[in-house]
């Protein structure tokens, strides 16, 4: 019973570099998305994809890019990392619509950029 | 955009009492749901409880509660019975029924718990 698998667990990164962050799920959701969480400003919303082939930008998009190819996977791009991307990032997913579409949640990345 | 307020950053009860979690929410939407979701040390994000704007009975999840004023745009979290467990960050969530690519979260209320 899987859920939403994020990886990697921990990373620090250079000025400059770049990496991947994946995501997967098994539960055939439609809505991905990649959130940040910083202290004092709960989680922003940076892409998100209502299924495959569609993505769309949330909140705080810059820096960032995303792709979807299947249902299951959704991973998130960092070109060239910054020290403003310092942050915790957490992938979500769920069905679309009705009131059985609370977020689930993978367990987060700690991100710091050095 | 919707935006979500809990004016509490940091809470703290005695074990066993009861403490209640405040949220309010800006909005012109008339159908939307909402959620608390805690999130213990290890970072996990866990659902708490789910309320539909339509629906006037508050919802329950065993020791937790909530008290929904649709006309006051608040959404508070009672949870009754504190346990050590309880301790966490809890985050109240808005998530439009028009759009729901459109999920906004509170900055969050540090709950602790004492012994």
């Known amino acids: 019973n899987a859920g939403v698998t994020q990886t990697p667990k921990f990373q620090v990164l250079k000025t400059g570099q770049s990496m991947t962050l994946q995501c997967a799920q098994d539960?055939?959701?439609?809505?991905m998305s990649w959130y940040r969480q910083d202290p004092g400003m709960g989680l922003r919303l940076i892409h998100y994809?209502?299924?495959?082939?569609?993505?769309d930008q949330g909140e705080v998009p810059n820096g960032y890019n995303v792709s979807r190819s299947t249902t299951e996977d959704f991973p998130l791009r960092l070109l060239s990392a910054a020290p403003s991307q310092t942050s915790v990032y957490f992938c979500?997913?769920?069905?679309?619509?009705?009131?059985?579409?609370?977020?689930?949640f993978g367990n987060g990345t700690r991100l710091t950029v050095t | 955009a919707q935006t979500v307020t809990q004016s509490q950053p940091e809470m703290s009860v005695q074990e066993a009492e009861t403490v209640t979690l405040s949220c309010t929410y800006d909005?012109?939407?008339?159908?939307?749901?909402l959620f608390w979701y805690k999130q213990p040390p290890s970072r996990q994000m866990i659902l708490v409880i789910r309320?539909?704007?339509?629906?006037?009975q508050n919802a329950t999840e065993n020791r937790f509660s909530v008290n929904f004023q649709k006309a006051a745009k608040s959404f508070s979290l009672k949870i009754s019975d504190s346990q050590l467990g309880d301790a966490a960050m809890y985050f109240c969530?808005?998530?439009?029924?028009?759009?729901?690519?459109?999920?906004?979260f509170g900055a969050g209320t540090r709950l602790t718990v004492k012994p």
């Open positions: 979500a997913s769920s069905l679309l619509t009705g009131v059985h579409s609370p977020l689930h």
């Open positions: 539960m055939n959701h439609e809505y």
């Open positions: 994809s209502v299924g495959a082939g569609i993505t």
């Open positions: 909005t012109s939407e008339s159908d939307y749901y």
């Open positions: 309320q539909e704007a339509y629906k006037q």
């Open positions: 969530a808005y998530r439009s029924a028009e759009d729901n690519n459109d999920m906004r």
